[in-house]
């Protein structure tokens, strides 16, 4: 079968196309879509193809259509390949109304009279279809339901069976499954059963069944690949929290390392050397910057490895006299002083360059063992001693640790002090006289006793331990005791004694590692000025740090009392003043 591109006839053969196409071109040709007439024919197919491209699309697709269908439809009943002939009837029902004429004479010859009626039945079918059309503007519909008959061809719901067109379907339904259709048989008495998850009534209980699983599997699938879509997402989420919690730890692990080496650096435990190394460095520096000279270098160099060898400090960095100049001073001047109270003699040692930086815990004991070595009390447990170098100091802890005092705090600095910068503080001071036998206390001001973080108590904690009795007493008064090591973060001093002002506040007198023997020197003229103990005198509001540790000494240890005191050390605690 031949189907005719402009009118949409059909012939058997071809001499019949050629005599239907002849009459065509005799004839005036017009454009199915927009009725542009007096064209020759290739003119008119060179104007569909450009102007109307889209409407032409339509109808090839059209015939893609009747070609599957008349090549597979020899045997089918008359019905169906007239529905199929209405669809391509109708859409080239423009040509076709045009050439009426021209339809009627290019009939097949040979065709039976059932087709004759059958081409009738097209042209009046396509008059009403152009009717229709006109009626019509948007053609979006027509595309759509050629392309639903493309490729959404129907499929049966009770066996799945794909057929053709819908009037197939419907043919196939009401003969395959007469008794699953909604209106059962007249006749028939069985129950009906609706369909829970889709309204289809089922006559039989067994295929209702059967149609429910094909849900259920359904459901079961798209579920299952939601369960594994979920699986997998669960999955991802775990490995990035893993890997979030991977790098979160490492992040604080190197945080924690960097601190720990701050700490080691900060304290002295980073193995960079200890007091000689430091002291060659620094002496090196000084050097190579001009501001030393080399024969100096030399000379410093073999002072410091005598006094290493001997173990006592060489008295470069010590300053003496300064507590006779500070009695001279208040005796004479000093008018808003009211009373002072001073420790015993004491030298004063600051740090050098192989200590400067982490070595104000040893130069404060150093100050604290100069005035016991002149206090006639304590010559027995310090017969035939001199005031140590550092290493030494470091050489005489890690002694008093072996013999078992302050095992915690031995721990703490790895058994080791020697050949390191590391600090110390007032548990080391208290161990290392306890082991000389010398009898002192530390006493912890662990918390603010005053307004704006201020320490009153300490004040008046120091000026009972220097003073038994302030009425009737001197203006100058040279106590027996020792000074007092004063501990705080990052730092140690020692006070050497105490002013009561004439508005009866309270002024401590210390001595700062931290200051050079040309600072220290100017207390020691003969009209030292007031201006001068601006320096030394630190009031109440000047020490404002959260923690304070003092060491006073209070005399001599027997052999017994020193023993029973290395066994308390094992839980040894400060005596905290609240």
């Known amino acids: ?267 002295g435990l980073d193995n960079s050397g200890g007091y000689k190394q430091q002291q060659l460095r620094n002496m090196e520096i000084e050097v190579n910057r001009g501001k030393m000279h080399p024969s100096e270098f030399h000379r410093r160099k073999a002072d410091m490895m005598e006094s290493l060898a001997i173990g006592i400090d060489d008295g470069k960095t010590k300053t003496s006299g300064i507590m006779e100049a500070l009695y001279r001073y208040y005796q004479n001047a000093a008018t808003d002083v009211r009373r002072v109270w001073l420790s015993t003699v004491v030298d004063h040692f600051h740090s050098s360059f192989g200590d400067k930086g982490w070595g104000c815990g040893y130069r404060n004991f150093q100050m604290l063992l100069s005035s016991l070595l002149q206090n006639d009390a304590y010559g027995d447990c310090l017969k035939d001693m001199s005031v140590p170098c550092i290493p030494k100091i470091q050489s005489m802890i890690e002694d008093a640790w072996k013999e078992g005092f302050d095992p915690q705090g031995a721990s703490q600095l790895n058994n080791r002090l020697q050949g390191t910068k590391a600090w110390i503080g007032a548990c080391e001071v208290y161990t290392l006289l306890t082991s000389l036998r010398i009898k002192c206390r530390i006493i912890d001001f662990h918390k603010s006793t005053g307004p704006l973080g201020t320490h009153p108590r300490l004040f008046e904690w120091i000026l009972n331990y220097y003073s038994s009795e302030r009425e009737g007493s001197p203006k100058v008064v040279c106590t027996s005791k020792p000074p007092i090591y004063l501990q705080h973060q990052g730092h140690s001093r020692t006070i050497v004694g105490i002013e009561e002002r004439k508005n009866r506040t309270l002024c401590l007198l210390i001595f700062d590692p931290g200051w050079p023997s040309r600072d220290m020197q100017k207390f020691l003229k003969q009209d030292m000025e007031a201006s001068s103990l601006k320096q030394l005198r630190k009031f109440v509001g000047n020490l404002k740090h959260k923690q304070y540790q003092i060491v006073a000494v209070e005399g001599v240890l027997s052999s017994e009392e020193k023993i029973a005191r290395r066994q308390a050390s094992q839980v040894f605690t400060a005596e905290k003043i609240p």
């Open 1 to 267: 079968m031949l189907s005719c591109d402009i009118c949409g006839e059909t012939v058997t053969s071809e001499p019949d196309m050629k005599a239907h196409l002849i009459v065509h071109m005799e004839d005036d040709v017009i454009c199915p879509f927009c009725k542009l007439s007096g064209v020759s024919y290739d003119e008119m197919c060179f104007h569909i193809e450009t102007a109307h491209f889209e409407q032409n699309e339509l109808e090839r697709n059209i015939e893609r259509i009747n070609s599957v269908q008349y090549g597979t439809s020899d045997n089918r009943t008359d019905s169906t390949l007239q529905c199929r002939m209405e669809v391509n009837s109708s859409i080239h029902s423009a040509c076709a109304s045009n050439h009426p004429k021209i339809l009627a004479q290019s009939l097949p010859k040979e065709g039976s009279l059932k087709h004759k009626g059958f081409h009738s039945e097209n042209v009046t079918e396509s008059r009403k279809f152009l009717k229709s059309k006109e009626k019509q503007s948007d053609l979006t519909k027509i595309k759509g339901s050629i392309y639903e008959t493309m490729y959404s061809p129907p499929e049966c719901p009770f066996c799945g069976k794909i057929e053709d067109c819908s009037q197939d379907m419907e043919t196939h339904v009401k003969t395959k499954h007469t008794n699953l259709l909604d209106t059962p048989l007249e006749d028939c008495d069985e129950p009906l059963y609706d369909c829970p998850m889709c309204g289809l009534i089922c006559t039989n209980y067994h295929i209702l069944q059967e149609h429910v699983d094909l849900h259920l599997e359904e459901s079961g699938f798209g579920q299952g690949m939601d369960r594994v879509q979920c699986s997998r997402d669960l999955e991802l989420a775990q490995q990035l929290q893993q890997e979030e919690d991977r790098k979160r730890r490492s992040e604080e692990s190197r945080q924690e390392m960097e601190e720990f080496r701050k700490l080691q650096r900060q304290y």
